[in-house]
Nanobody, 125 residues
Framework: QVQLVESGGGLVQTGGSLRLSCVAS????????MGWFRQGAGKERQFVAA????????HYADSVKGRFTISRDNAKSTVDLQMNSLKPEDTAVYYC??????????????????WGQGTQVSVSA
């Protein structure tokens, strides 16, 4: 079965950086769009970033553009999220997600079928 496992979360000061990583298993990673979402305490889950199956296109939420970078390594079945210039409002549990169908749409309106367990990111003021 498909498994997504995130790592790299932690506590960082405002302006700091973290790199999240998600390793996938269970099906051919290179066929599927991947995304990162986050959910703060008491808030709804929100889209952060996504990348197409081949890494050719990326999408970002306006709130993270210019600060976060999504990338993937199809040989290693991993998708990373480099987060720079972190702000307290970035504090959330971050989830990795995988598209439902091969070559599917990436982005906030993509169809994501599988989710990781999440990794906590906390940014102190």
């Amino acid at each position: 079965q498909v498994q997504l496992v995130e790592s790299g979360g932690g506590l960082v000061q405002t302006g700091g950086s973290l790199r999240l990583s998600c390793v996938a298993s269970g099906r051919t990673f290179s066929l599927y769009a991947m995304g990162w979402f986050r959910q703060g305490a008491g808030k709804e889950r929100q889209f952060v970033a996504a990348i197409t199956w081949d890494g050719g296109r990326t999408h970002y939420a306006d709130s993270v553009k210019g600060r976060f970078t999504i990338s993937r390594d199809n040989a290693k079945s991993t998708v990373d999220l480099q987060m720079n210039s972190l702000k307290p409002e970035d504090t959330a549990v971050y989830y990795c997600a995988q598209g439902r169908i091969p070559y599917g749409r990436a982005g906030p309106d993509g169809d994501y079928a599988y989710w990781g367990q999440g990794t906590q990111v906390s940014v102190s003021a």
